[in-house]
């Protein structure tokens, strides 16, 4: 009996395999075409206005990352060392942007933003300091996936890096967004 079920087991393993769809291959590539109207076929277009905007922050945030492992110094704003807002400060007035020079004051410029509706650019800030009185660090967003936002900024432990607002140092330090563009 025990033969018998193995014998029966292995003929339908073997016909199991023989019987699946190759697939088909094609030498030349396939298109598809889509029926309809052109308007039920196109995406809308972006401004003018955002498209400049899109490009400025995409500018900005490759100055900032021109910066990455920069070691941190208090109040450096070149390559031998650089502090957070000294960052942010040094990649936007590379862009023609004129901003504080202190995250505490960065912080009330612009439009304050909750966190869903970040995007690349955008400001954020941070009370890391024992007291935590006042705003004390910023950081650039530099990618938006979802819930899970990167900015650069300078860690006092590591230099020039990027982060994810997920951590729970940074997630726990976070006051507030801002829109500067």
Wanted: one cysteine or more; glycine letters at 10%; proline letters at 2%.
């Amino acid at each position: 009996m025990l033969r018998k079920t193995l014998y029966f087991l292995a003929l339908l393993t073997i016909i199991g395999c023989g019987s699946a769809k190759k697939k088909r291959t094609y030498s030349t590539p396939r298109t598809v075409t889509v029926e309809g109207t052109a308007e039920n076929t196109t995406l809308p277009e972006k401004s003018k206005k955002e498209e400049r905007k899109d490009k400025k922050a995409e500018n900005i945030i490759a100055t900032a990352l021109t910066f990455s492992g920069t070691r941190y110094k208090f109040g450096g704003t070149t390559r031998k060392g650089m502090d957070c807002s000294g960052l942010v400060y040094v990649a936007l007035k590379e862009n023609d942007i004129v901003f504080p020079r202190v995250s505490y004051q960065m912080a009330e410029e612009g439009k304050r933003i909750k966190v869903g509706q970040v995007q690349k650019g955008d400001l954020l800030f941070f009370k890391t300091g024992k007291s935590g009185k006042r705003i004390n660090h910023v950081g650039l967003v530099v990618d938006v996936k979802g819930n899970d936002i990167k900015f650069i900024h300078a860690s006092t432990s590591r230099g020039v890096i990027v982060s994810s607002l997920r951590e729970g140092y940074w997630n726990y330090a976070f006051v507030k967004a801002m829109r500067i563009l």
